[in-house]
T-cell receptor, first 113, second 117 residues
Framework: ETGVTQSPTHLIKTRGQQVTLRCSSQ?????VSWYQQALGQGPQFIFQ???????GRGNFPPRFSGLQFPNYSSELNVNALELDDSALYLC????????????FGPGTRLTVL | AQSVTQPDIHITVSEGASLELRCNYS??????LFWYVQSPGQGLQLLLK??????LVQGIKGFEAEFKRSQSSFNLRKPSVHWSDAAEYFC???????????????FGRGTQLTVWP
């Protein structure tokens, strides 16, 4: 069984640029959630996708957007990057059942200069 | 509002000593509670979870946690710590969204565990 994978591992961008992060969910999981983990902090929920639709959103501005594809993989897009967007971005997949936990990928480390 | 508090930012213990990491939560309904561990440069690995039933739950790597509703706590324990347990530990509470899927997780800020040989 393949776990959650994310790409790229590391990324360096400059302010104002746009970035796309990718996530492949665990086999059979059709729900994907994205989290931002700033240095020294716990992960913060960005949004969740279920059956290709946004299914909940945290307190992040609209320049954070996402997609989910028919194969349940997902993308996180961030426009107009700011220095504070520097963080570890974690993707988690799960089944749409109230008793199933979220399985996390290794994350993408984004640095904004 | 939902929130999780981990009052200890950093804990140091000797190898073989017992460990307790504290977690307090605020949640309006029956909480779904989790403990995750994160090693440097890694994602989050689930140690254990509580949904209902027995308030003492067993997890992987010899960890256990006890849910105490009266204290809004879900503390993580291990009777004898190994050097490989050095990592960051996160407590989280799960909140359901409209679709009754397991929606967002609210995380604490984490407790960094250092283990002395």
């Amino acid at each position: 069984e393949t776990g959650v994978t994310q790409s790229p591992t590391h990324l360096i961008k400059t302010r104002g640029q746009q970035v796309t992060l990718r996530c492949s969910s665990q086999s059979g999981h059709n729900t994907v959630s994205w989290y931002q983990q700033a240095l020294g902090q716990g992960p913060q929920f960005i949004f969740q996708y279920y059956r290709e639709e946004e299914n909940g959103r945290g307190n992040f501005p609209p320049r954070f957007s996402g997609l989910q594809f028919p194969n349940y993989s997902s993308e996180l897009n961030v426009n107009a990057l700011e220095l504070d967007d520097s963080a570890l971005y974690l993707c988690a997949s799960s089944l749409p059942s109230g008793t199933n936990e979220q399985f996390f990928g290794p994350g993408t480390r984004l640095t904004v200069l | 509002a939902q929130s999780v508090t981990q009052p200890d930012i950093h804990i140091t213990v000797s190898e073989g000593a017992s460990l307790e990491l504290r977690c307090n939560y605020s949640y309006g309904a029956t909480p779904y509670l989790f403990w995750y561990v994160q090693s440097p440069g890694q994602g989050l690995q689930l140690l254990l979870k509580y949904f209902s039933g027995d308030t003492l739950v067993q997890g992987i790597k010899g960890f256990e946690a006890e849910f105490k509703r009266s204290q809004s706590s879900f503390n993580l324990r291990k009777p004898s710590v190994h050097w490989s347990d050095a990592a960051e530990y996160f407590c989280a509470v799960g909140a359901f969204n409209r679709g009754s899927t397991l929606g967002r997780l609210y995380f604490g800020r984490g407790t960094q565990l250092t283990v002395w040989p």
